[in-house]
Nanobody
Framework: VQLQAYGGGLVQVGGSLRLSCVASGFTFRTYTIGWFRQAVGKEREFVTAITYSGDTYHADSVKGRFTISRDSAKNTVYLQMNTLKPEDTAVYHC?????????????????WGQGTLVTVSS
């Protein structure tokens, strides 16, 4: 099982980035895929997730700014991040939940990819 996140980088306040999470080695279309982030000196926090059926849920801090989507044919989940703020600066990880529990908790996600760094400069 592998998950790989791509697309991080340096962006100015108010800018946009799109992250991609490419999965392999499991039945991608039946899993919930989530994004978590961890800033320096802080605990990992839930960002957003999408279920196998396409339902989405978000942390309050990103509602209206971040959009998650999936392309099951490509085994890929996307995170479109708009109106970025300095507090969005973090390493972003994607993770897979095989039970689609619509969880906000990292311990419910069995598989994790290495992260991609997003830096928002003011």
């Amino acid at each position: 099982v592998q998950l790989q996140a791509y697309g991080g980088g340096l962006v100015q306040v108010g800018g946009s980035l799109r992250l991609s999470c490419v999965a392999s080695g499991f039945t991608f279309r039946t899993y919930t895929i989530g994004w978590f982030r961890q800033a320096v000196g802080k605990e990992r926090e839930f960002v957003t997730a999408i279920t196998y059926s396409g339902d989405t849920y978000h942390a309050d801090s990103v509602k209206g700014r971040f959009t998650i989507s999936r392309d099951s044919a490509k085994n890929t989940v996307y995170l479109q991040m708009n109106t970025l703020k300095p507090e969005d600066t973090a390493v972003y990880h994607c993770a897979a939940d095989p039970y689609s529990s619509q969880s906000y908790y990292s311990h419910d996600y069995d598989y994790w990819g290495q992260g991609t760094l997003v830096t928002v400069s003011s």
